[in-house]
């Protein structure tokens, strides 16, 4: 297992959080402070904070993403977004498939995997989400659930696009609740992520592929998690609103 070969990769997730002008403020304050990381940093903000978050992360090395992307490319779907949208408002990454969009808006496996390639197809970097409940844990599902969500949602992604694919471990009952995966739980299941992608791909490709840990992940426990063989970086949510928390979680992937 070679760490090396693969990209760390901090995104925030700010969820239904900050205005336009909120958004501004927030990334000039976080610039200076991740200037120069030795990873790739990346911010999903809602559609509205788009242009305006473009705007005052130029010429960093911030990456704008989104947190949701349609899976159709026009039409008759209101209230969506498209993939080819976002590319012209200068978005480079889109969050699909997490959790609170399968537990509030009918998210599925299918429909992740259809978003998925349109993402891809129109050229976007994703960040595919999977995890399990705590029933699904207490169960002992997690193994087969992981497995299950990444094949499906990987399911037509060939090899080449995968590059431009990230996976997110997020364990459903660590995300906003101050409740985090210890750092061994964390290890276990990416580890339960990168043997699917083993399964679907052969084992060379699941060396490469970045496998971030998402569920409270904060500026006092990233450094454990981040340590980990299969963690190679980060979707933070509540530590992502704050540029000093977000920044020292930067600084611990860039070790
Ligand atoms: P959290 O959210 O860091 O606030 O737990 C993570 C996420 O939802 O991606």
């Not at 995968?162 to 660590?174: G, H, T």
Request: glycine share 10%.
């Amino acid at each position: 297992m070679n760490k090396a070969l693969r990209r760390t990769v901090i995104a925030g997730n700010w969820k239904m959080n900050k205005t336009p002008d909120e958004a501004k403020a927030l990334i000039e304050e976080m610039k200076p402070l991740v200037a120069g990381a030795d990873c790739d940093v990346v911010l999903c903000v809602p559609y509205v904070d788009i242009p305006a978050a473009v705007e005052a992360a130029k010429g960093s090395n911030i990456r704008i993403g989104a947190e949701n992307v349609h899976f159709k490319a026009s039409g008759a779907y209101t209230g969506e977004v498209s993939a080819d949208m976002l590319k012209a408002v200068g978005v480079e990454y889109v969050i699909i498939g997490h959790s609170e969009r399968r537990q509030y808006f009918g998210e599925t496996d299918q429909t992740v995997n259809l978003r998925t390639l349109a993402a891809l197809n129109a050229g976007l970097k994703v960040i595919l989400c999977v995890g399990e409940t705590l029933e699904q844990r207490e169960l002992g599902y997690t193994e087969t659930l992981l497995k299950y969500q990444t094949k499906i949602g990987l399911t037509n992604v060939t090899a080449e696009q995968l590059k431009n694919v990230i996976i997110a471990y997020e364990p459903v009952w660590a995300i906003g609740t101050g409740v985090t995966a210890t750092d061994d739980q964390a290890d276990e299941g990416n580890g339960f992520v990168r043997a699917a992608v083993a399964e679907a791909y052969g084992a060379d490709v699941a060396e490469t592929v970045t496998v971030q840990y998402g569920g409270s992940m904060n500026a006092k426990n990233a450094e454990g998690l981040l340590s980990k063989v299969n963690v190679d970086g980060g979707l933070i949510g509540g530590a992502s609103l704050k540029a000093p928390d977000f920044s020292v979680i930067v600084k611990a992937a860039s070790k």
